[in-house]
């Protein structure tokens, strides 16, 4: 898909009747970029820049439309596979053991969770990374959007992802993401205990024919299960899970809860504070504090 795209840059180039280093100047971009894009060398293509060549060359959005394809080609098959799935199901279900879904991540946040991959080569690739998640987004608005039913573990909850201030505007994106008719939110609490999917995150999806497919995916690797008898299995490890979650409303109470423990903790106490309010706790008799959807949890015991 690279030397198609920088066959089809090449033809409308000299069709306009330019170099190289001229359509450099036009997109704002080297000489020498263009040249790595025509024979498909180098770094691939950022959105942005087929955007600008695009409109230079007045390709009518033909670039544009083929960037999608050039991006997936850095991910393996099987995540190019589940990709091309997830963009045609009527019905997405998934559980997240570590870092908010894509499709509900905020810029910030995504940028934060993609900068520590493995695969990242520079901080234009990081942009493109970003760019592609926040496009991939834009499905859950049109008219053939899909039902979305995330079941979210409480760690992804706590862990201030990209630091305190990230992580309150993207637990306030999931409350307001959450309000849409098509999305659904639970948490799975710590108390819960053990489950079915401890080890990674999964996803099903529900396809137009009414078949299903299922992707686990760990830090560094993804599985894309495609065999009807497996998918089964992980599918009714799912409906599991959501039977174990706390219930929407619930969940969403704890999420507000957690946002407003996520924004005091902005503020660390000092050490002697610490030890005085430690003190304070010792003191304190029985008493259970309430969960935000309702529930109870019991009172934490202060570190020695």
């Known amino acids: ?64 439309d083929l960037w999608p394809y050039v991006y997936r080609e850095a991910f393996p098959d099987w995540s190019r596979r589940f990709m091309a799935y997830a963009e045609r199901a009527v019905d997405i279900r998934e559980y997240a053991a570590h870092v908010v879904p894509g499709l509900l991540q905020t810029e910030d946040y995504a940028r934060a969770v993609l900068k520590v991959g493995r695969t990242l080569g520079s901080e234009e690739q990081l942009e493109e990374r ?85 992707y686990t995916e760990g830090a560094h690797y993804g599985q894309l299960i495609e065999d009807p008898d497996e998918v089964r299995s992980f599918s009714l490890t799912y409906d599991r899970l959501r039977a174990a979650a706390l219930p929407p409303l619930m969940s969403l109470g704890m999420i507000r809860s957690v946002m407003k423990d996520n924004h005091r903790g902005a503020n660390v106490p000092s050490r002697s504070e610490r030890r005085r309010l430690a003190q304070e706790q010792l003191q304190q008799s029985g008493g259970r504090q309430l969960r935000g959807g309702g529930g109870r949890m019991p009172r934490r015991r202060p570190r020695p």
């Open 1 to 64: 898909m690279a030397a198609l795209f920088g066959s089809r840059v090449r033809k409308l180039r000299t069709a306009a009747g330019l170099t190289q280093a001229e359509l450099g100047v036009r997109t704002h971009v080297a000489g020498t970029r263009i040249i790595q894009i025509e024979q498909a060398s180098g770094a691939r293509p950022t959105l942005e820049l087929a955007h600008a060549l695009d409109a230079v060359l007045g390709a009518d959005n033909l670039l544009v």
């Open 130 to 214: 970003v760019t592609a998640r926040m496009g991939r987004q834009e499905r859950l608005g049109a008219l053939d959007r899909p039902e979305l039913w995330v079941v979210l573990d409480e760690s992804v909850l706590r862990r201030p992802v990209g630091g305190r201030a990230v992580m309150r505007e993207q637990l306030a994106c999931l409350l307001e993401a959450a309000a849409g008719s098509h999305i659904t939110v639970q948490v799975m609490p710590f108390d819960q205990g053990e489950h079915d999917a401890m080890g990674g995150s999964l996803t099903v999806l529900t396809l137009p024919d009414g078949s299903e497919v299922a």
